[in-house]
């Protein structure tokens, strides 16, 4: 499969534990993109990372979330101390290199659900 | 004003018929324009991009853009029910040149047989 792999597909955490969620680039894919989709809601830009650099994250809680895209692994958005408002579908999307505004594909999403 | 505006919907044509769905954005330095369907508890699609003025058909789709009224849209001919969905619009963040995505709230597309 060379499409957009995140895992886990459904996450379950309690209030005040930390969530991480892992996503895989396409294959020959740099760039990776963080989403979210809080219910009934649209899709919410999160984070933009290269290998080793975050581009821009503008998007982000300013506290108790992180992102980071190592030269070796797949890309993990971490939730510490979760609350019930982090429950939301998160999409992570790649594109290729080269100029900025190639399309973005994106994988299945993870459902975390706060207890 | 949303940065990037839709319809919600929904909107309902007959299996065969065109559907047209809009979008308008604020920023003047967006650069690239997309559409993802997405089905109810799915991840989003990439239906079509484009990135210069006019049209771009790819099978049953074409996507319309028009810079100067700040207006993107995508047509479907021979509409199926499996084309029911919700049509995201998104462009890119003029200003950031990231290539972060705006999108829209979506519009739901109900493709009546």
């Known amino acids: 499969n060379a499409g957009v792999m995140q895992n886990p597909r459904h996450l379950v955490r309690r209030r005040g534990q930390e969530a991480r969620l892992r996503c895989s680039p396409m294959?020959?894919?740099?760039?990776v993109y963080w989403y979210r989709q809080l219910p009934e809601e649209g899709l919410k830009f999160m984070v933009y990372l290269q290998k080793e650099n975050i581009i821009d994250e503008s998007g982000m809680p300013k506290e108790r979330f992180s992102a980071e895209f190592p030269k070796e692994g797949p890309s993990i958005l971490r939730i510490q101390q979760v609350v019930r408002g982090d429950s939301a579908a998160y999409f992570c999307?790649?594109?290729?290199?080269?100029?900025?505004?190639?399309?973005?594909?994106f994988g299945d999403g993870t459902r975390l659900s706060i207890l | 004003q949303k940065e990037v505006e839709q319809n919600s919907g929904p909107l309902s044509v007959p299996e065969g018929a065109i559907a047209s769905l809009n979008c308008t954005y604020s920023?003047?330095?967006?650069?690239?324009f997309f559409w993802y369907r997405q089905y109810s508890g799915k991840s989003p699609e990439l239906i079509m991009f484009i990135y210069s003025n006019g049209d771009k058909e790819d099978g049953r789709f074409t996507a319309q853009l028009n810079k100067a009224s700040q207006y993107v849209s995508l047509l479907i001919r021979d509409s199926q029910p499996s084309d029911s969905a919700t049509y995201l619009c998104a462009v890119t963040h003029g200003s950031s040149n990231t290539g972060k995505l705006i999108f829209g709230q979506g519009t739901t597309l109900q493709v009546k047989p």
């Open positions: 294959k020959g894919h740099s760039h």
């Open positions: 999307a790649s594109s290729p290199e080269g100029p900025e505004g190639q399309p973005q594909h």
């Open positions: 920023d003047r330095g967006s650069q690239s």
